[in-house]
C-alpha cells in the first residue's frame, strides 16, 4: 500500500480505487479487535465549494481527459475507441444471470449511475463508478470509500482524491446529463487509522468501504436528483441466493490491450449473491467487471423494465481478494456505518 501508484498500476497507491488488485491473503480476513473496540463515526472533506472551483474542475474534465482516467501513463496511451454496441429498447429478462455485458437497456439506471472521476495524489487522473439514491437533500450519491480517499490522517491533503467530477449516464467521453462537481464527502472513520499499521484492504473487509458524496447543483442550478432521477437505497441484512444486478465502468483496456472494457460504457452483471469465503463481511456475484467497477451499485429487486431498484451495496472488490470463485465481483452491503454516512449527507443542503 506504501507503493506509488506509477510503481503499482493497478492502482494499490493511497487509494487508488483498487483494492480490486490485492493480492489474495492466506487465511480468513476478519475484522481487527481494534476496530471492533473503536467507535466508528463519520470523517468528512471538503470539495468545491465555490463558483470559481466548480467552473475549473468542469472544464479540466475534457472528453479525452475522461477517456484516459485510469491509463498509467496517459502520455502516451491511445484514446480508446468510442463502443457502439447498439441499444435495445426491449428488458432483459428477470432473473437472467449475466457475467458482464454492456448494458443497453435504457431505464432509470442509465441515468442516475454514472461514472466518477478525480486526481490522485501524485497528479494522476482516476475513475470509480456511483449512484444517485433518494435523500432529503436530492444531492446524495454512493461510491466505495477507497474511492475517495486513503487510509491516513484526514487532515492531510494527500489523504483524499481531488477535481472529484460525477457524470451521471456516461458514454463514450460524453456528459449525457452534464457534469457535477462535490460539495462534500466523508467515509467511515476507520479510514482514518495509521497507515503504517493499517491498509486499505484491512478497512475494506472489515465492512467499511461504503463513501458518500453531496453533490453542487447543475450549472442551470437543479440538484442532481432532479436532473437524473434517483435509486432507492435499503440498509439490510444479505441473503444468499438473492438475485442481485450490479452496474459499473470497468476499464482495464487501457492499460491491457487483452482487456474487455476501456471505460466507455456502463456495464452490467447480474446472478445469486453469496458471502466471500476469505472475507464473509463482502458478498458478491459472478462477473466479469474489474478496476473501474469500484463503488458501483448492487441493486436487489430491481426491475429490469424500468430500469429501477434498491442498492444494498458498492463494489469492493474482487476474488483476488476476498476468495472463492474466479469471475466474482464482491460488495461492501450497506449497514449500520453506511447509514449513518447516508444520514450525514442528506442533511447536507
Not at 498509467?72 to 428477470?94: A, K, S, Y
Not at 454512493?142 to 480517499?149: D, E, M, N, S
Request: proline content about 8%.
Amino acid at each position: 500500500m506504501s507503493a506509488t501508484r506509477r510503481e503499482l498500476p493497478r492502482g494499490l497507491s493511497a487509494a487508488a480505487a483498487l483494492l480490486l488488485s490485492a493480492t489474495t491473503a492466506a487465511a480468513v480476513l476478519l475484522p481487527t479487535a481494534a476496530f471492533a473496540a473503536e467507535p466508528d463515526s463519520v470523517t468528512s472533506h471538503a470539495g468545491a465549494t465555490t463558483a470559481q472551483e466548480r467552473s475549473r474542475i468542469d472544464a479540466y474534465w475534457t472528453a479525452a481527459r475522461m477517456k484516459l482516467a485510469g491509463a498509467m501513463v496517459p502520455e502516451i496511451t491511445p484514446v480508446p475507441e468510442d463502443d457502439t454496441t447498439p441499444d435495445d429498447p426491449r428488458p432483459l429478462p428477470p432473473n437472467t444471470p449475466d457475467p458482464g455485458a454492456v448494458w443497453t437497456h435504457g431505464g432509470a439506471v442509465d441515468r442516475s449511475v454514472g461514472r466518477l472521476f478525480f486526481t490522485f495524489s501524485d497528479g494522476y487522473d482516476g475513475s470509480c463508478t456511483a449512484t444517485v439514491v433518494n435523500s432529503a437533500n436530492r444531492s446524495t450519491v454512493v461510491t466505495a470509500a477507497h474511492c475517495l480517499r486513503g487510509v491516513g490522517a484526514p487532515a492531510a491533503d494527500d489523504t483524499w482524491q481531488h477535481n472529484l467530477y460525477f457524470v451521471p449516464g456516461y458514454r463514450n467521453g460524453t456528459k449525457p446529463l452534464g457534469g457535477f462537481s462535490i460539495k462534500s464527502t466523508a467515509t467511515s472513520s476507520r479510514w482514518d487509522a495509521d497507515p503504517g499499521s493499517t491498509t486499505s484492504n484491512d478497512v475494506a473487509v472489515a465492512g467499511y468501504d461504503t463513501g458518500v458524496l453531496v453533490a453542487n447543483p447543475s450549472a442551470e442550478g437543479r440538484r442532481i436528483a432532479d436532473v437524473t432521477g434517483s435509486q432507492r437505497i435499503a440498509f439490510t441484512e444479505p441473503a444468499a441466493g438473492e438475485f442481485i444486478h450490479t452496474f459499473g465502468y470497468p476499464k482495464d483496456r487501457l492499460n491491457d490491450p487483452s482487456a474487455k472494457y476501456a471505460g466507455s460504457r456502463m456495464i452490467h452483471c447480474a446472478g445469486p449473491d453469496r458471502p466471500a469465503p476469505k472475507a464473509p463481511l463482502l458478498w458478491g456475484e459472478s462477473c466479469d467487471m474489474t478496476h473501474g467497477a469500484s463503488g458501483g451499485p448492487h441493486f436487489a429487486r430491481f426491475d429490469t423494465r424500468t430500469g429501477a431498484g434498491t442498492v444494498v451495496g458498492v463494489t469492493t472488490t474482487t476474488d483476488d481478494l476476498a476468495g472463492g470463485q474466479p469471475g466474482t465481483l464482491y460488495a461492501t452491503r450497506l449497514g449500520d456505518s453506511a447509514h449513518r454516512l447516508y444520514s450525514w449527507a442528506q442533511a447536507r443542503y
